[in-house]
């Protein structure tokens, strides 16, 4: 053949292979777009593990309508302008190739707006053509959806692997996101099912709990740690969890590494992560461990592969160093202090006031995944498949019809400091939190009335009126519907004046104006693809009985009762605990009575 420059389309879908390996890397360089946006929720869903369609939803601060086509260009982006630029990245993106690369390789659709603008566009692509662009009105943020992946490229849709090794993939992707930005809220849905959420609190090791569950969690230390780089005067800082020796595994799969906010595959670090553990494990096993690594942008070169899982360091020792001692010296401080009997009040608070139950909701997704770490899409063994007894444990939504019991039969004993209801059941002692817990049983109520009648009761009004400004007032005409099948009924009224025809029937104290103000701050701040169960929570949340409140035996045994039928009955709906349970043993042994026969 004589030698021919090639089609563009040709050298999209040569440099798509480069970056899009399978569906977890269409995620991956999604939410690292979201990140990059500064959103601060991410919602993730996929079908069929990704292959059908990927849907990914964020609030940060979407696309310029003038710079939609750009967005979808090969080597365009926002984040870098010269080679220069290479040495101080601060973004996850640079390289202006995702969303030009899944373009070529799916059909893709973008709805975006910028925060600054009042109209939103939407584009569609079909490998790499543009099929159509147009204004559409949506709340700021951006939805990418990406169907049919490999549609136009056969050869790589024949090697992506079963649904659910895809599936594992993008869980972990997810999980792994969630646990480097804990601020941000990370929901993931698979097959319209919630599967993993985030809290969002900005405490990494609420996160970490809700990836590792809660019993690998209470084996785990806190790290902390920095290593001073000699000639640039600056600091490597270490921060995050690892497991004490007890808890370990044959694979490294669980030993997680960022830098710079970045998932990494490498191997080195994995090395120094175990060897900190030399002699106090067994060789040939392997910690649990996240650890986030801080260090100057221009001691690392994250480009060094299009899907940026590698990276070099400008002296591999320092790093390989300070994450050595920093997990060294916890480790080493544990076993130290465990052969002198005790490892202060925290610890023992820690392994004594438990969750109760094996079903706990935090233990959802501890279920092996048997994931490769971030970012290693290489030549791996097959992970084995998920069983069914593993797909079962997908957490169930509220409202079904009849929920089976989630916590045992609880005593109600008495409430102290006006807050809490204090229960006995056959596995010790309950401290519930009234206002979290009752969040948690009307959200499950309301959530169950909507799906059944469409619509929350509410309760009339007259002659109540809401002075808005003209962002919200805009922000209520979107939402109108909506906010009428919370219950929640606004009519224009001129201007930007409305009356409050009704709002929930739930809201029985406060003052209407000022409960459908809150629940307008909830509609600007919620995520785009969540704004109704946000409200939802919201609505519960104001519902829900106050700290302070002195509640008689039967308002206890009401609330506590209902809790028990919960399908999350240990969180609320962000995640906030709504009880502490103290075991019978470890009271026992807080009074010395392990021992003893009375
Ligand atoms: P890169 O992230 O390397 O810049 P991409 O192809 O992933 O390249 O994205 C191209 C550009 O599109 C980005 O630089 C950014 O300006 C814009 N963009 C992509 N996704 C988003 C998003 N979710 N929110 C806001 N802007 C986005
Ligand atoms: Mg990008």
């Known amino acids: 053949m004589p030698i021919q420059i090639l089609a563009d389309d040709v050298v999209s879908q040569i440099a798509a292979g480069e970056v899009v390996e399978r569906p977890a890397s269409v995620v991956k360089e999604l939410i690292e777009n979201a990140l990059d946006a500064g959103a601060k929720n991410i919602h993730v869903d996929i079908w069929q593990g990704g292959q059908k369609r990927i849907r990914i939803s964020d609030d940060g601060e979407g696309i310029h309508a003038d710079e939609v086509r750009l967005a979808i260009t090969r080597h365009a982006t926002s984040k870098l302008r010269q080679a220069e630029d290479l040495q101080s990245i601060r973004t996850l993106g640079f390289r202006g190739e995702a969303l030009s690369s899944i373009a070529a390789v799916s059909r893709l659709a973008l709805v975006t707006r910028h925060r600054d603008e009042t109209i939103g566009t939407?584009?569609?692509?079909?490998?790499?053509?543009?099929?159509?662009?147009?204004?559409?009105?949506?709340?700021?943020?951006?939805?990418?959806?990406?169907?049919?992946?490999?549609?136009?490229?056969?050869?790589?849709?024949?090697?992506?692997?079963?649904?659910?090794?895809?599936?594992?993939?993008?869980?972990?992707?997810?999980?792994?996101?969630?646990?480097?930005?804990?601020?941000?809220?990370?929901?993931?849905?698979?097959?319209?099912?919630?599967?993993?959420?985030?809290?969002?609190?900005g405490q990494l090791e609420d996160v970490v709990v809700k990836v590792f569950g809660l019993e690998n969690f209470k084996q785990m230390l806190e790290v902390g740690g920095t290593e001073r780089i000699h000639e640039l005067g600056d600091d490597i800082v270490v921060h995050g969890f690892v497991s004490q020796p007890k808890l370990n595994r044959k694979d490294r799969t669980r030993i997680i590494v960022f830098i710079n906010g970045r998932a990494v595959q490498d191997s080195g670090l994995t090395y120094a992560v175990t060897q900190a553990y030399h002699t106090l494990m067994d060789k040939g096993r392997h910690p649990y461990a996240v650890l986030m690594i801080h260090m100057?942008?221009?001691?690392?070169?994250?480009?060094?592969?299009?899907?940026?899982?590698?990276?070099?360091?400008?002296?591999?020792?320092?790093?390989?160093?300070?994450?050595?001692?920093?997990v060294r010296r916890a480790i080493v401080g544990f076993a130290q202090a465990e052969r002198h009997g005790g490892y202060g009040v925290g610890q023992v608070e820690r392994?004594?006031?438990?969750?109760?139950?094996?079903?706990?909701?935090?233990?959802?997704?501890?279920?092996?995944?048997?994931?490769?770490?971030?970012?290693?899409?290489?030549?791996q063994p097959d992970p084995a498949?998920?069983?069914?007894?593993?797909?079962?444990?997908?957490?169930?939504?509220?409202?079904?019809?009849?929920?089976?019991?989630?916590?045992?039969?609880?005593?109600?004993?008495?409430?102290?400091?006006?807050?809490?209801?204090?229960?006995?059941?056959?596995?010790?002692?309950?401290?519930?939190?009234?206002?979290?817990?009752?969040?948690?049983?009307?959200?499950?109520?309301?959530?169950?009335?909507?799906?059944?009648q469409g619509r929350l009761p509410h309760r009339e009004l007259q002659s109540q009126t809401l002075e808005v400004n003209p962002d919200v007032a805009q922000l209520i005409e979107q939402h109108l519907e909506m906010l009428q099948s919370l219950g929640v009924i606004l009519e224009a009224f001129g201007g930007t004046t409305f009356l409050i025809r009704s709002i929930p029937a739930i809201w029985q104290v406060g003052d209407p104006p000022a409960l459908v103000w809150s629940l307008l701050g909830c509609l600007q701040s919620a995520s785009v693809d969540d704004v109704s169960d946000a409200l939802l929570v919201h609505i519960a949340r104001l519902a829900a009985v106050k700290a302070g409140k002195i509640l008689d035996v039967d308002e206890m045994r009401g609330l506590v009762r209902k809790l028990e039928y919960c399908p999350d009955p240990l969180i609320d709906p962000d995640g906030k605990p709504t009880l502490i349970h103290m075991s019978a043993d470890h009271l026992a042994r807080e009074f010395g009575r392990a021992n003893r026969t009375s």
């Open 385 to 452: 498949e998920m069983s069914e007894d593993e797909l079962a444990r997908i957490p169930e939504g509220a409202g079904r019809p009849e929920n089976p019991r989630t916590l045992p039969l609880l005593r109600v004993v008495g409430q102290i400091g006006a807050a809490y209801i204090v229960a006995e059941g056959p596995a010790g002692m309950y401290l519930i939190d009234q206002h979290t817990a009752h969040t948690r049983v009307l959200y499950t109520e309301l959530k169950a009335l909507r799906a059944q």
């Open 122 to 201: 939407e584009i569609r692509v079909e490998g790499s053509a543009i099929i159509h662009q147009k204004p559409v009105g949506n709340p700021a943020g951006t939805v990418i959806s990406v169907d049919n992946l490999f549609f136009n490229t056969p050869a790589r849709l024949k090697f992506l692997k079963s649904e659910n090794t895809e599936k594992r993939q993008i869980v972990s992707i997810v999980t792994h996101y969630a646990m480097a930005y804990p601020h941000v809220r990370f929901v993931l849905l698979h097959d319209g099912r919630e599967f993993f959420r985030s809290p969002g609190s």
């Open 296 to 326: 100057p942008t221009d001691f690392v070169d994250v480009n060094v592969h299009p899907t940026k899982a590698e990276v070099r360091f400008q002296d591999t020792n320092v790093v390989f160093t300070a994450v050595q001692r920093t």
């Open 351 to 379: 392994e004594g006031w438990s969750l109760p139950y094996n079903d706990a909701p935090q233990r959802q997704l501890d279920m092996d995944l048997e994931v490769e770490p971030l970012g290693t899409f290489g030549d």
